[in-house]
């Protein structure tokens, strides 16, 4: 199981929301880059990046973001959200040298997207989020409600050639409450591509029982910030992964 750290961006400030919802940004790097430094050298190979305000319609962290990806290149692999809301986006953002690109709202308002990109670039570059609240997938950085039910659509995303799905439980977020362990079961059990989750990490016993639920990676966040678990298990994790 991957244990990825994240870093959400939010008026070129490295963030964490709570529940999801905008304007309870809790700011953890002034500046994002010095983020991305701080966990190269803690040992990450693969780095989540949430351009929140592209989520939410700006553009204002696209410079920051180009310039933390050309840092990246051939240290640490990439994968990015937040506003991808076309083809020519993500492919732009794969030839600036991201290894996966997360497009969600696109995704859900256009799944034959899935199939074009997985045809053109291939499934092993795709997630596709799945945020949730109360039984529904909600789009536009958590703002809008669809009525898609997300294990109903994680069977049609899988199957139009994505390479991984990112189940994300907004209540959970930031909050502290302990992953919703009892849906992930449920996605997994759905769809057969590999699950990443985020939302609601507490501790190591947390990853621990999300491991044993065959999640294939955890995106992890507020935990890492508020040293809730010891960034130390990045290296451990991955010490214990080479002897298995």
Not at 90 to 112: S, Y
Not at 206 to 227: C, H, M, R, S, T
Request: glycine share 10%; aromatic share 10%; net charge positive.
């Amino acid at each position: 199981m991957e244990i990825i750290p994240a870093i959400d961006i939010s008026n070129g400030k490295c963030v964490r929301l709570y529940k999801g919802k905008k304007g309870t940004e809790k700011i953890y790097f002034e500046n994002p880059i010095d983020a991305l430094n701080f966990w190269i050298e803690q040992g990450a190979e693969r780095l989540h990046f949430v351009d929140l305000d592209g989520a939410w319609g700006s553009e204002k962290n696209k410079y920051i973001l180009k310039q933390m990806i050309e840092i990246a290149r051939d240290k640490v692999k990439v994968q990015i959200g937040g506003g991808i809301r076309d083809c020519n986006s993500f492919k732009e953002l794969i030839n600036m040298g991201v290894d996966r690109v997360i497009i969600g709202t696109l995704a859900i308002n256009n799944p034959e997207v899935i199939k074009e990109l997985s045809n053109d670039i291939g499934s092993k570059h795709i997630i596709v989020a799945l945020d949730y609240k109360q039984g529904k997938i909600l789009t536009h950085g958590w703002t809008q409600e669809t009525n898609k039910n997300p294990f109903y659509f994680g069977k049609i995303v899988a199957e139009l050639g994505a390479g991984f799905i990112l189940f994300s439980s907004i209540e959970s977020d930031g909050a502290f409450t302990g992953p919703d362990f009892e849906n992930i079961k449920k996605m997994i059990s759905s769809v057969s591509i590999p699950i990443y989750i985020a939302g609601g990490i507490r501790n190591e016993e947390d990853l621990n029982e999300l491991k044993k639920l065959g999640v294939y990676g955890v995106i992890v966040g507020k935990a890492f910030y508020e040293n809730k678990i010891p960034t130390l298990i990045i290296k451990n994790f991955k010490y214990k992964k080479k002897k298995e």
